[in-house]
């Protein structure tokens, strides 16, 4: 059974951190790429950050270049994002994704970040 569980979503000030996990089990993790995606209200999932199989390669969005970091432990099947100097357009729900070059495509089931004063 296929599981991703996104953890460490919550309540922060702007201009504080955050650091996401997602856990992965019931696929080979380390042939994935790992991206986390988010949705805010009233607005589309767009994607985050992204990261290969083997972790050498990432790609983030514009408006989260040095400000966000992807990682993975392909050891504990787990994938994380640090997120620093948070915004208050950053408040979404942050969905991790793994993707498999044969077309699998597994979603978690996300975890709320509020990034308010």
């Known amino acids: 059974q296929v599981q991703l569980v996104e953890s460490g979503g919550g309540l922060v000030q702007p201009g504080g951190s955050l650091r996401l996990s997602c856990a992965a089990s019931?696929?080979?993790?380390?042939?994935?790429?790992m991206s986390w995606y988010r949705q805010a209200p009233g607005k589309e999932r767009e994607l985050v950050a992204r990261?290969?199989?083997?972790?050498?390669?990432?790609y983030y969005a514009d408006s989260m270049k040095g400000r966000f970091t992807i990682s993975r432990d392909n050891a504990k099947n787990t994938f994380y994002l640090q997120m620093t100097s948070l915004k208050p357009e950053d408040t979404a729900v942050y969905y991790c994704?793994?993707?498999?070059?044969?077309?699998?495509?597994?979603w978690g089931q996300g975890t709320q970040v509020t990034v308010s004063s």
């Open positions: 990261i290969n199989s083997v972790g050498g390669s990432t």
């Open positions: 019931g696929f080979t993790f380390s042939t994935y790429s």
């Open positions: 994704n793994a993707h498999h070059p044969w077309g699998y495509d597994y």
